[in-house]
């Protein structure tokens, strides 16, 4: 079992930057395939970014390919999504979740464990 805690949200203009940290307790966070996910007001979360085990793969939502990236330590038992050229659309809650899924899957099923969230909000 795995438990998550993000950080990092914050007020932002459009243009900036934000890296968010999600911090996981346990000895098995290496196991678990890292994802990131968000949900605005009034829409259903949405697969945001993914890494897998070793943080050699990842994989992104097309609408945040080329502008986010997803890391991880796992000596450190931490993910990271860093948001660049932030526009007023990715304003959300974004989640981190842990997957025992041997491959990435988009789909937030395959996600065993959840974190609280965090709130990004993008002023333009």
């Known amino acids: 079992q795995v438990q998550l805690v993000e950080s990092g949200g914050g007020l932002v203009q459009a243009g900036d930057s934000l890296r968010l940290s999600c911090a996981a307790s346990?000895?098995?966070?290496?196991?678990?395939?890292m994802g990131w996910f968000r949900q605005a007001p009034g829409k259903e979360r949405e697969f945001v970014a993914a890494?897998?085990?070793?943080?050699?793969?990842?994989q992104y939502a097309d609408s945040v390919k080329g502008r986010f990236a997803i890391s991880r330590d796992n000596a450190k038992n931490t993910a990271y999504l860093q948001m660049n050229s932030l526009k007023p659309e990715d304003t959300a809650f974004y989640y981190c979740?842990?997957?025992?899924?041997?491959?990435?899957?988009?789909?937030?099923?395959?996600?065993?464990?959840w974190g609280q969230g965090t709130q990004v909000t993008v002023s333009s």
């Open positions: 979740a842990a997957s025992s899924s041997p491959v990435i899957v988009a789909s937030e099923s395959v996600y065993n464990y």
């Open positions: 346990g000895r098995t966070f290496r196991t678990y395939i």
């Open positions: 890494t897998t085990r070793s943080g050699s793969i990842t």
